[in-house]
């Protein structure tokens, strides 16, 4: 242990001084600094990405997908203004033949790139420039067709771009597309691109693929000065530099702020396990990331003496909290990834947090990382699933195609109960049960309309122009959040978008002596350069203190329906039940068995462990599952790794289900089975971190890692109960 420069964190602290507050500052501004420098440094790479053949064809797959999504929405509110000849009379959403394409194109503005413009068919033509045979085309290409109009004195078209469609191919002319072309109908699959119109004559058809967008680019190529002049100083190409504007993508699911309490009483007797002896830059300078000398820093929070701890197992000397963007250490715990300097990292420094960890660990990444990976692997003729079957049926609220299908399953079973989750907030704030069209309405529907359709003639409000944010869109990457959301507002919409998500609830769910409960497990990405390596660890259950009803006057009773740590604490009779809301998985294997075992009737002994085997089998699985989806997302380089914790649930017949993946999962040891399991988990996941990351001496490590020449077969003396799920070939 290096005693220079030691710091008493145990000391008083000094009122702070004119000095101290513009340090405090300076450290805020730079900490601002290092998060915009994470988000442009994630933004590159996952550009660079999306231009490679295998991206490219994953997202012509989602735009053909995502269109797939709008069969059957009307063409146009002034077709449909009658509600006595018109089923489609008051609908929802409204999309004619450019409004399908700019709609997904919005959809998917995240994984295309840009926002694209407000301009028509004409204007769409203009940015897709690769000119197509017919037997050259794939699905999602685009066919432009070229008409005059019949009607005299009719303003044509620029370019003369009367209609688009989207090429789907298949069906028995070979040529099927998806497009809104009659006008009293609504967007549908098509038999041929090829077609006689009532409108007009049809002189053309301009087959254009899709990849000039799937690049990433949109902009207009025969006439950019027509569209300059016309969206006058809008900018046309809109790629943010800064936080997204579409699903909060920094955003994560983690616990931090979790309380100590237990370990910080055991820190003021004395008993943390972690050294108050701390080292400064000026003694950590120079000892370089593969030195003997071992520095670490481990920021505050979450039970951060544990990891000290098991970090200074090895050997490792503690920067103190002033020093958290010094970029002199070796091994670095914090609780989120902007405490990190991305843009600094060396080779071999070890950080708990993979940059864009988020692809996983925010609620919508999640299920947008989830949908990818089920539409490249799942049968070619499978249509009806969009997720795997152990993901809960989840719709996105900002996405129109997602309320749609919400408002239909609404319809479907009147009677469904659902959860309603915002994406950015975690420990269980702002999730809430839903039940019934007229509440589901009070969150998808703009206000003056949060109830379901009534009869009379549509407002002006509903159907016009007059709120059409595409009419004023912008593409300033600095533009307010609420503003640039507005940006993707459909013309002809009643929906209100927001950042959250509403999934069906399992109302079946297995109870323990009545009460609900889910499962916290731990999935460890040990390395992931040179070959990725990820364990599996079993974890904890976590118990409701009220009893589970599905009663309407019981729905709003978190205590009843969230079994989130930071909710059950806050039960009045938690203090002196609180044991009751942690069972280990030996606990919950035990209590199943025994129940199949029949009534008063005790398991065997081998009947116990084998459904403990089984239940970690269908977690392990799963798990394996969420890391192949993001394994072709999440950035790589030798030192990152990530310690998550993904939480599920069972219903009555033991399927499992995935809740979401934790960032910074919670570490606090308030309760006995906790204190049994969560330092072992610690510290086997900090031996196997050090462990893979070793490096003969002398060696110069890229951040490819090439030169570690560790497995995980060198390190099975130090995994502890963690179990091996992963290792690239």
Known sequence: MVEAEVEDMFAPKPKASEADLQANFARFRAERTRVKKLQKLTKKTQEQKRTTPEQMSLLRAKFVQQSKKYIGVPYHPRYHKDETSSEHYNAPLYLDCCGLTRRVLQDLAEEFGFVIGRGNQAYQYETCSIELTEDQMKPGDLIFTEGTYYQEGKKPCKHNIVHVEVYLGGGESGHQTIGARKQSGAIEILPHYKFTSKSYEITNYHLRSLDTWLSGVCKPTIDPAHWEKMWSQMELNAVSGGKSVFDAADEEDGEAGAKDDEYEAKARAGDSGVSENTVTPSVAKGLGVNGTNKVYFCGKGNNWKLVGAAIEKLGFSRLPFQYNFSNDFKFKWVEGRSEINFSQHSPGQLVNHIPNNQVITNKLNLLKTLEEHHLMTKSPTDDSTTTPSWFPKTYRLDAPSDILALLKACETKSDSTWIHKPASCNRGRGIGLVKGVENINKIVMKPSLNKSPTKGTPTKDNNSNSNSNENNENNNPDMPVGSARN????????????????????????????????????????????KSIVYFHEGYVRLSIENFTLAEDKLENNFIHLTNAAIQKKHPEYGAR??????????????????????????????????????????????????????????????????????FMLDEDLNPFLLEVNTNPALSCECKEQTALIPRVVESAVNLVVGLHECEEGVVVGGDGVGCKVSSGDVEGVKG?????????
Do not use: H
Request: proline share 2%.
């Open 578 to 647: 609180k044991e009751e809301t942690i069972w280990s998985m030996k606990m919950l294997s035990n209590y199943i068995a025994n129940e199949k075992s029949g009534e008063g009737e005790s398991a065997s002994g081998e009947a116990k462990e084998e459904t403990r085997r089984n239940l970690n089998k269908k977690f392990e699985d799963i798990c394996l599952e969420v890391y192949k989806a993001s394994k072709g997302k999440l950035e790589r380089k030798f030192g990152y790794f990530d310690l998550l914790g993904l939480d």
């Open 721 to 729: 109960d963690f179990k091996l799920i992963f290792e690239e070939e």
């Open 487 to 530: 940006v993707i507002q459909s013309r002809y919409s009643n929906f209100e978008l927001s950042n959250g998500l509403i999934q069906s609830y399992i109302t079946n769910p297995l109870l323990l002596y009545g009460k609900k409960f889910d499962v916290r497990v731990y999935c460890l990405i040990a390395r992931t350069e040179p």
